[in-house]
């Protein structure tokens, strides 16, 4: 039976999907370091994580056992995915499922710090009347800049010129505008005419650090600041010092580069008692509505692969969608690296060892390829030790339709 260990409270129907797939599955509520992570991966071939737990090199080498990585969120730059790879284990996310709530959580917070709800919220509650116009404004007619037209920017985009929002965006790729929304030439346009400016970019390494005193500098006097993406792409400290000087009007954060494991841990930031700022728990994704998808979906995307070897959204296989196998067939599973001559090597190892190919499938990205071979009967013991041998060889999985 394949045991799967699910990490950071991820939600119960994932556990539910996998276990009436057949696996044995384990909770751990929250975060692992790398030292728990290694010693709780003994024997599992499933891994569920969130964003907080770091998926190394090392991890990844001292566990053998470990064939599927599922990030039950939208970034995997906590998954070192290159190794994963070399390692011949998947990697699946959720680029879609949380969509909605991130939007959402976004319009929300632009409408209450552009009306500045922050400040009359602590009046009131401090038990203060202070009924005053001054610094609110409606968001209609108001521009909203974005940084990263993908899935998240795209969606936003829409909802907030449904409240007469003018939009534009900057994205570093060809994207098409939505509705009646500009694209910037360069990200320093774009924070020019941009009353609001929010970030919804991916978590590569090139990323970190892309705003900092240059980019707040050419923001707009009395604009606001958004950051749901990633904490390591924003000097917090210069956010901060534009904050106090009075040089924004206001900034929301729900990511930082340093965030605690657990619930109820201590939390320190820079940004803490600045006035009309709102700072969440990176929650950006965290509905119930969002957390359900997330789980059937990824759970899905972790149950197909071991059944049937399917790697349809994978991101860091060559995707190939598949059903599970016929009756009487094996599939044979073969992650190698790129290079000429692999697939006839596959071939060859299999009729050396006598296997009677039924059907064959080869995906390549980059310098990965992933072949797909259904044999009648089982794989011979031969042609198992030949397919290991094959100069570039990852890894070699033999499925028959069952997790």
Known sequence: MVK??????IHPLALDLLEG???DVSTVPGSLDEDELIEALAGVSVLGIRSKTNVTERVLSRSPDLQAIGAFCIGTNQIDLDAAVHHGVAAFNAPFSNTRSVVELALAEIIALTRRLTEKDKSLHAGLWDKSANGAH???GRTLGIVGYGNI????????EALGMRVVFYDNAEKLALGNARRMPDLDSLLEVSDVVTLHVDGRAGNAGMFGPAQFARMKHGAIFLNLSRGFLVDYAHLRDAIRAGDLA???????PDEPKRNGDPFESEL???PNVILTPHVGGSTEEAQQDIGVFVAGKLRDYMRSGSTALSVNLPRLTLD????????????HRNVPGVL??????????GANIDSQMLATTGDVGYSVTDISGTLPRQARDHLREIEGHHSVRELNGSV
Request: charged share 15%.
């Open 4 to 9: 799967a260990l699910l990490l950071e409270n």
């Open 21 to 23: 797939s057949g696996a």
């Open 138 to 140: 409606e968001v209609r």
């Open 153 to 160: 920017g795209t969606q936003l985009s829409v909802v907030a």
């Open 250 to 256: 206001g900034a929301a954060v729900d990511v930082f």
């Open 272 to 274: 803490r008692g600045l």
């Open 324 to 335: 599970t196998p016929g009756p009487g067939r094996q599939r044979i599973a073969h992650l």
């Open 344 to 353: 006839a090597a596959v071939n060859q190892a299999l009729s050396s060892g």
